[in-house]
């Protein structure tokens, strides 16, 4: 799966399960994944995504399974 954006940012998740109902977070910053549980490092030092910017997820497939705009 990915979360992207028009402008060519893009995160791929590392292979793990997530069970109906639960969530991930995604931070922009450096850090350990899984540390803790459910907490994914992109590894940027500044900020992807500015407000009015529209974040997707992809599933492995390429289609869209939600959007978000960020700041909204």
Known sequence: WMLSDNEGNAYTFPNF???AGG???VH?????DGNPPAN????KLE?????GETATL??????VV???????
Request: aromatic residues 18%; without cysteine; charged residues 5%.
């Open 23 to 25: 969530n991930v977070t």
């Open 47 to 51: 900020a992807v995504w500015s407000q």
């Open 58 to 63: 992809t599933n492995s497939q390429g289609e």
């Open 28 to 32: 922009t910053h450096i850090g350990q």
């Open 17 to 19: 399960r997530l069970w």
């Open 66 to 72: 939600s959007t978000y705009v960020i700041g909204q």
């Open 40 to 43: 994914f490092y992109w590894g």
